[in-house]
């Protein structure tokens, strides 16, 4: 049995704690918290809690710890001082500050000889593989990468911009695809889009008693770097009707790559890769909990410092043994 912890138990953390009882050949085996470890029912979680601050007196109780922090603040110190103690992973998805943070977390892993896997789950993780997949396999086409579409979903650092804006209690944006330009990617077209072109937003927003509404609207659709350069619809709100039809967080995605293959142009050829998420915290940790088992065989084999899921073998994510692989899925 793989001793599975967990560091942080916000909605990743739960997710995490579902997903490990999902794999027969793992065991939750505690909780770390910067909460009162009280707060949280050992009993429910079925696995003890302590202070993140002790993580250092449990490291001999668990295999792989699974970081499940907020990428913006608590991963970048979070997984370099961890790896120092534990074999450790987490879904890190600032993408500009990828290979800044490969660089701390190999440097702590490999001084004191831990194994640690950054940046997984299912972008950056597994869209990250099917880009690389497509671009290798098709590499003659007039746009260098592949397309990305993202959603329908729930955008939680958009809806946390929203939540910020003065007169708003609460609020959720969907990221949602053009169908449009998907198909014309889809029909073998080379598309140069705009952000415009390849999504809308849709908001869902209460307001405060008596706020402006039309300020906060205003407000929404003119913010730079999330909803200025998208066609973005504002819909006002009860705080019920909020949390009957918009407490769920579904999500996903597809990557697409077409290609030409032989000597001729009209040998076109498509490749793609599409996820569809009724809860992106659980099916981000049934990600991590299967390459959480792959860190544990590589501790194993004592394949030190930091890894991406570039460098995961497909084998090493599956319970069965090579022999079954090979017979069932090859």
């Not at 890190?92 to 000889?113: C, L, M, N, R, W």
Request: aromatic share 8%; hydrophobic share 35%.
């Amino acid at each position: 049995m793989i001793r599975i912890g967990i560091a942080g138990y916000g909605n990743l953390g739960k997710g995490v704690a579902l997903a490990v009882r999902k794999n027969p050949d793992m065991r939750l085996a505690g909780v770390l918290t910067r909460r009162d470890p009280s707060q949280l029912s050992s009993s429910e979680i079925g696995a003890p809690v302590w202070p993140l601050g002790d993580a250092a007196l449990h490291a001999k109780d668990i295999d792989v710890l699974i970081l499940c922090g907020g990428s913006a603040t608590d991963l970048p110190g979070m997984t370099p001082a961890l790896a120092r103690d534990y074999h450790v992973i987490d879904s890190f998805d600032t993408h500009a500050s990828i290979p800044d943070h490969f660089a701390k977390v190999d440097q702590a892993s490999t001084e004191t000889g831990h194994v640690a896997l950054i940046s997984c789950g299912w972008d950056p993780g597994l869209f990250s593989i099917a880009r690389l997949f497509a671009q290798s396999i098709l590499p003659d086409a007039e746009n260098p990468d592949s397309y990305m579409f993202w959603g329908p979903g729930v955008s939680q650092g958009h809806s946390d911009a929203v939540r910020r804006i003065p007169g708003v209690i609460d609020a959720r944006q969907y990221t949602i695809p053009v169908e449009t330009a998907i198909e014309e990617v889809r029909n073998g077209g080379y598309p140069k889009f705009t952000p415009r072109q390849k999504h809308k937003r849709v908001c869902y927003v209460v307001a405060e008693a008596g706020a402006d509404k039309k300020s906060i609207e205003t407000a929404i659709k003119e913010m730079p770097n999330y909803f200025s350069d998208y066609d973005t619809t504002v819909n006002f709100v009860s705080l019920e009707e909020l949390h009957e039809k918009h407490r769920g967080l579904p999500h996903g995605g597809t990557v697409i790559r077409t290609g030409r293959t032989g000597n001729t142009e009209e040998h076109r050829e498509t490749i793609e890769f599409k996820l569809s998420l009724d809860s992106n915290p659980e099916f981000t940790a049934s990600v991590l909990c299967a390459y959480a088992r792959a860190v544990y065989r590589l501790s194993l084999r004592k394949c030190f410092g930091c890894k991406t899921v570039f460098d995961i073998a497909p084998a090493d994510l599956s319970p069965l043994s090579g022999e079954e692989i090979r017979a069932k899925l090859l």
